[in-house]
Structures are given as structure tokens and as C-alpha cells.
């Protein structure tokens, strides 16, 4: 006689956020609204749930997700990585949309486990018509919840789609549509319940072991047009331990900047990426000062196809290690190498 059929164990732990705000208890629409609602609040708004799986709500944080540290993301790791071990099938990790593409990137470098972290969240709050929150939770969940995740790394599902964590960005202020992979597109989405998986992803090289010491403080600047380099000039008296610069196109800046962007990179690690937020950086294209050549010359470490937001993320956890310069390279190198191996 076969067993009966057991759901798979998914937890679901909010950080706040668009999808718990509300405006409850403010009298008026007038003080506008913000995180209230429980991880077990958003949890009940699903009732489907429990076709899919055994579901633990889990409060870790309720604030505005640009209120979120990398600190924080730590320590969730080191909790994502505790239910695994006590046999959770796969987490739901749910927050605000505005700083999803670095928390789940730097889930993506943290947990060490292989099965499935899904993050999510909505971009209209639970107190307007048509409110997302709800559907995206339920296929984050099935997400979660499918054998078929699991060895992908961290994931984005919002809208019915499925984003790797390393490539997906947010594209628009409030459309739902708003999440996009512009390098690489979505490796999946969700049709009647099950997660369709089309585009399999290789697990990154770079994952992080142990916690590191304190958050290294990185500043991200980006290219403009007439740039003379002034605020390259203040990065370090202002006490940051590296420098992301989001150059043009495929790599490039004034060459009028050259002389205090490469006398920085003599003392701390400059990681170069572009500001378009899709392809990757150029390595031996264009060969006039200013152009990749001449940056990465001058011991600028390629950000490949990580964008600025996501490069600043794991230089940032890279630093902490206590890695020098040459070690940060080699990371960046060995990440950008591991998205076109499958040999696990």
C-alpha cells in the first residue's frame, strides 16, 4: 500500500515591506502607509497555500525595504540555512521590491544550502484594488515547494515569472511588470499551479563561507557626461574600502578622470561596471584612455555582467572576509566564470 502523499515544508519569512503595509489604525488615508502586517497576516491572505505545501510563517524584520543592511541579510542567511537543516523543503522570503535585486543577490552569495530561497513582495499594497501580493506569494511558494528549483540558487518570482537573483532587476517604479533579466530574460515561469522551469542556471562559484567580520562600507558612483572625477577624489577620505563606478556603455569614462580613478585603484579595490544594467563589461575592445582597456590596465577589477548595485553587494561581503585586492579579483573572475559551467 503506498504512503499517503506528504506537502512538501516551506517556510515563509517577511522583512515588511509594500506587501504588509497598510494604513491601519492612521484614522485617514493622509499619513499614508506602511509595514504592519505579520508574516502570518500576509500568510492567511493565501488560503490556496495548503494544496502546496506545509506552510511556517517566520516575522525576521518589518521595516521599508531600503531600510534593509546587508547585516541583515547575513544573519538571514545563517537562518535560511538553520530551516534547511531542520528538513525545510525551500523558503519564501518576502519584502519591499525596491531593494530586492541586491537582498536576493546577496542571498544568492550567503546561503550555502541548495535547496530553494524564492524572494518576493508586491508592488501594490494590500489596501488598493488589485493588490499583487497575495498571487505572488502563492507562486513563490510553488516555486519554493518544486524539486525542479532546487540547485538554481536564489530566485525572483513576481508576476508569474521566475528571475535568476543574479541577473533580475527592477525596471520600473510601479509597473507590475516591473522585475526584467535584461541580459538573460526569465528562466521560467508559472502555468496552472506548477513552476516551469525552461533555463537552468549553474550555481555561483563566489558563495561566501562563514559570517566575515563587520560590513565593509563600499561607495557606488556612477558616470555622467563632463564628469571630472571630484567625487572619485573623496571615496576614501570618507572612509568607504572600495569603489564601484558604473562607467558607460561597455566600459567606459572621460579620460580627463583617468588620473584619480587609477591613483585609487593603487589603494583600494575599483570594481568597473555599466550603467545600462544589462550585458557585460568589455575586456580588450577599445583602446582609448578611458576605455576598459585602460581601466583594467590600471588594475580596475572587471565587474563582468554584474550591474553596479550587484557588484557593490559582493565586494562589499568580499571586503569583510578581509580579502585583498588580488582576492577580490580573482572572485569577481571565478564568479563570472561559473555562469557558463554545469559541471557540478
Not at 32 to 50: N, W, Y
Not at 57 to 65: G, L, M
Not at 233 to 253: D, I, N, R, S
Amino acid at each position: 500500500m503506498s504512503s499517503p502523499r506528504t506537502n512538501p515544508k516551506v517556510v515563509i519569512i517577511s522583512l515588511g515591506g509594500t506587501i504588509a503595509s497598510t494604513n491601519e489604525g492612521a484614522g485617514d488615508d493622509a499619513s499614508g502607509v506602511r509595514p504592519q502586517l505579520s508574516a502570518a497576516d500576509i500568510v492567511a491572505t493565501v488560503p490556496e497555500l495548503e494544496r502546496f505545501a506545509e506552510v511556517r510563517a517566520v516575522a525576521f524584520r518589518q521595516v521599508p525595504s531600503g531600510d534593509l543592511s546587508l547585516s541583515d541579510l547575513r544573519e538571514l542567511a545563517e537562518v535560511i540555512d538553520e530551516y534547511f537543516a531542520a528538513g525545510t523543503t525551500g523558503v519564501v522570503v518576502v519584502q519591499g521590491t525596491d531593494t530586492m535585486e541586491e537582498t536576493s543577490f546577496a542571498l544568492d552569495l550567503l546561503v550555502r544550502d541548495r535547496r530553494a530561497v524564492v524572494v518576493t513582495g508586491a508592488m501594490r499594497n494590500p489596501t488598493v484594488a488589485g493588490a499583487d501580493g497575495p498571487a505572488n506569494v502563492l507562486a513563490a511558494v510553488q516555486v519554493a515547494a518544486s524539486s525542479e528549483a532546487a540547485g538554481l540558487g536564489t530566485l525572483v518570482v513576481t508576476n508569474d515569472e521566475i528571475h535568476a537573483a543574479r541577473f533580475v532587476r527592477k525596471t520600473h517604479s510601479t509597473n507590475l511588470s516591473t522585475f526584467q533579466s535584461p541580459s538573460a530574460g526569465p528562466i521560467g515561469w508559472i502555468n496552472e499551479g506548477r513552476a516551469r522551469i525552461v533555463f537552468r542556471v549553474s550555481r555561483l562559484r563566489a558563495c561566501l563561507r562563514g559570517v566575515g567580520g563587520a560590513i565593509a562600507p563600499v561607495a557606488l558612483l556612477t558616470s555622467v557626461i563632463g564628469d571630472d572625477g571630484r567625487l572619485i577624489t573623496t571615496v576614501e577620505g570618507l572612509g568607504y574600502e572600495g569603489l564601484v563606478l558604473e562607467a558607460f556603455g561597455g566600459g567606459h569614462v572621460p579620460a580627463t578622470v583617468m588620473p584619480v580613478l587609477s591613483a585609487l585603484a593603487e589603494r583600494l579595490p575599483v570594481v568597473l561596471a555599466s550603467r545600462t544594467g544589462g550585458g557585460e563589461v568589455l575586456r580588450e575592445t577599445y583602446g582609448f584612455a578611458g576605455s576598459e582597456r585602460d581601466m583594467l590596465s590600471r588594475g580596475l577589477i572587471s565587474a563582468g555582467f554584474l550591474d553596479g548595485p550587484k557588484a557593490r553587494v559582493l565586494l562589499s561581503l568580499l571586503l569583510s572576509h578581509g580579502l585583498d585586492r588580488e582576492s577580490v579579483k580573482l572572485a569577481f573572475d571565478e564568479l563570472n566564470d561559473s555562469i557558463t559551467s554545469f559541471d557540478e
